[in-house]
């Protein structure tokens, strides 16, 4: 399709096994974000990746988490030894470029840790 | 650090009739963008409507239109002839500076009566 593909949709794991959550960004664009929608925190600002840069990974909530984006397009969360805290939606939207472009989301990820 | 306020969890209207959802904002930096997102009971995050911090006018986008108010840090979406469709969570959202690291509203749930 020609939008923001995310999978799985939905993810449910036990506490402390890891978790790898993808997303397929519009062809062409070069900007990835990654969003966190939580209840009671609203959606939270997780990393981002331009082109071939240094990733911004000043939203990472704890070093259990981390990203990567190879070749440019496809990118992949993961949660290591995932704890309840971390259930919530996770959004990847991409732009063409980053900056003032309007970001396009993808469907999310619902993760539960049981 | 720039802040997002959404000062209203949730509003009713009536079909055919006009809304105003509440936003204000707090930056210190002169270059920015905000953005209204709608997200349905489906979870996607839908774009709506820009606004550049130096845009002379409001932005229009069909039936959505911002008000915005540069001086009071408001930047108000505005719903004409509601819909029944229109009913979901909508969010106000801003990025500052040189690319477009988003932060979010709380959100506003908007219900839409026959």
């Known amino acids: 399709g020609a939008g923001v593909s995310q999978s799985p949709s939905n993810k449910v794991t036990e506490k402390g096994k890891d978790v790898e959550l993808r997303c397929d960004p519009i062809?062409?664009?070069?900007?990835l974000y990654w969003y966190r929608q939580s209840l009671g925190q609203g959606l939270e600002f997780l990393i981002y990746?331009?082109?071939?840069?240094?990733?911004?990974k000043s939203g990472l909530p704890s070093d259990r988490f981390s990203a990567e984006r190879t070749g440019g397009s496809v990118s992949t969360l993961t949660i290591q030894r995932t704890q309840q805290e971390d259930s919530a939606v996770y959004l990847c939207a991409s732009t063409l470029r980053g900056r003032s472009e309007t970001q396009y989301f993808g469907p999310g990820t619902r993760l539960l840790v049981l | 650090a720039q802040k997002i306020t959404q000062t209203q969890p949730g509003m009713f209207v009536q079909e055919k009739e006009a809304v105003t959802l509440d936003c204000t904002y707090d930056?210190?930096?002169?270059?920015?963008?905000l953005f209204w997102y709608k997200q349905p009971s489906s979870g996607e995050m839908i774009f709506l409507i820009y606004?550049?911090?130096?845009?002379?006018q409001n932005a229009t986008e069909g039936r959505y239109s911002l008000n915005f108010q540069k001086a009071r840090k408001s930047a108000n979406l505005v719903i004409s002839a509601s819909q029944l469709g229109d009913s979901a969570m909508y969010f106000c959202a801003m990025y500052k500076g040189s690319y477009g690291k988003l932060t979010f509203g709380q959100g506003t749930i908007l219900t839409v009566h026959p």
């Open positions: 606004q550049g911090s130096y845009d002379q």
């Open positions: 930056t210190s930096d002169p270059s920015y963008g």
């Open positions: 062809s062409g664009h070069t900007a």
């Open positions: 990746f331009q082109g071939n840069s240094a990733p911004d």
